[in-house]
């Protein structure tokens, strides 16, 4: 008994290590009579014990933290992907609306001049049309026929 | 995981979107346009919208190049590539290159979509060619093509 008094001198001193700490808290967490002048001792090395638990027992959400990290990248992954998809899709489709948009309106390019009116438009495509052929029944394609 | 595959779904989806529709560009001839089409000697012509409703089209163009061997050597050969992918063929050759040719291409989209190419290289030495996607058939380009030639 002196060694457990003994110790909790040293306690209170602030000289006991961890060994000696858990000591006191096993001895007084333990159910059997403990003398009168310890007893004022006992409720607070029992809490002291009680919190030690909880702690231990937090140290599993502590294991999970490398788990959520894993979660977060592939959430930052994902939400960069999706940035670099929106971002191709974007561009592809700028460039689509942009060619649709200027195919619209119909044009014809003559000796690098551009022009959209629609008579001069008509008259290169009849003549195109007239340049690719002399015979247009020779275009007829008849059914499973196939000559080369 | 499987949230991760329907997100990952959902990209591949938005990538592949733009590329539909993309039918010409699977053709050598294009380069023809894209090299030639803007230069010196050349006519290039792509119909509007309003316009390629009335000959039941859903694409046009054509271009046509004169005096220049360059592009006529390059259009044969693109010709020579694209043909592979024809299912209907008519072609005029002469000392071993085409010098004119009518091909109605394999539907890329649509099965009611037809596409052609009509090439032709001139006694005067230009070449013409023109591209065509649209639900018409042979017979509707043949009308089209004796309207043009007799207007």
């Given at each position: 008994?002196k060694t457990?008094e003994?110790l909790?001198d040293k306690y209170?001193?602030?000289?006991?290590?961890?060994?000696?700490e858990?000591?006191l808290?096993?001895y007084?967490?333990?159910?059997k009579?403990?003398?009168?002048?310890l007893q004022?001792?006992?409720e607070?090395?029992?809490?002291?014990a009680?919190?030690s638990?909880?702690?231990r027992?937090?140290?599993?959400?502590?294991i999970?933290?490398?788990?959520?990290?894993?979660?977060?990248r592939?959430?930052?992954?994902?939400?960069a992907?999706?940035?670099?998809?929106?971002?191709?899709?974007?561009?592809?489709?700028?460039?689509?609306?942009?060619?649709?948009?200027?195919?619209?309106?119909?044009y014809?390019?003559?000796?690098?001049?551009?022009?959209?009116?629609?008579n001069?438009?008509?008259s290169?495509?009849?003549n195109?049309?007239a340049?690719?052929?002399?015979?247009?029944?020779?275009?007829?394609?008849?059914d499973?026929e196939?000559?080369? | 995981?499987?949230?991760l595959?329907?997100?990952w779904?959902?990209?591949?989806?938005?990538?592949?979107?733009?590329?539909?529709g993309?039918?010409?560009?699977?053709?050598?001839?294009?380069a023809?346009?894209?090299?030639?089409?803007?230069k010196?000697?050349?006519?290039m012509?792509?119909?509007?919208?309003?316009m390629?409703?009335t000959?039941?089209m859903t694409l046009y163009?054509?271009i046509?190049?004169?005096?220049?061997?360059?592009?006529?050597?390059?259009?044969?050969?693109?010709?020579?590539?694209?043909?592979?992918?024809?299912k209907?063929?008519k072609?005029?050759?002469?000392?071993?290159?085409?010098?004119?040719?009518?091909?109605?291409?394999?539907a890329?989209?649509?099965?009611?979509?037809?596409?052609?190419?009509?090439?032709?290289?001139?006694?005067?030495?230009?070449?013409s060619?023109?591209?065509?996607e649209?639900k018409?058939?042979s017979?509707?380009l043949?009308t089209?093509l004796?309207m043009?030639?007799?207007?």
């Open positions: 008994m457990i003994e909790l209170f001193e602030g000289a006991t290590s961890c060994a000696e858990q000591q808290k096993d007084f967490s333990q159910e009579e403990i003398p009168s002048h004022a001792y006992r607070m090395f029992v809490s002291l009680l919190l638990d909880v702690k027992k937090k140290e599993p959400i502590m999970m933290t490398p788990v959520t990290t894993t979660i977060r592939h959430r930052i992954f994902m939400q992907a999706a940035s670099v998809a929106i971002l191709f899709c974007l561009s592809i489709g700028g460039g689509m609306y942009y060619h649709s948009k200027d195919a619209q309106k119909g014809v390019i003559i000796n690098g001049e551009r022009s959209t009116d629609k001069l438009i008509i290169c495509m009849e195109s049309m340049a690719v052929t002399d015979y247009p029944e020779d275009v007829l394609f008849l499973g196939y000559q080369e | 995981m499987k949230q595959f329907k997100r779904n959902v990209i591949v989806v938005m990538l592949l979107i733009p590329l539909c993309w039918a010409q560009k699977d053709l050598k001839i294009m023809l346009f894209d090299e030639y089409g803007k010196k000697g050349s006519t012509v792509e119909l509007s919208k309003e390629l409703e000959y039941d163009k054509s046509t190049i004169s005096e220049d061997e360059g592009a006529i050597q390059k259009a044969q050969k693109y010709i020579g590539e694209d043909k592979k992918k024809a209907k063929i072609e005029v050759v002469n000392k071993g290159l085409i010098v004119s040719g009518y091909y109605q291409l394999v890329k989209t649509d099965k009611g979509m037809n596409r052609f190419i009509l090439f032709k290289v001139s006694r005067k030495g230009s070449v060619v023109v591209y065509i649209g018409l058939d017979e509707d043949v089209l004796f043009v030639k007799t207007e």
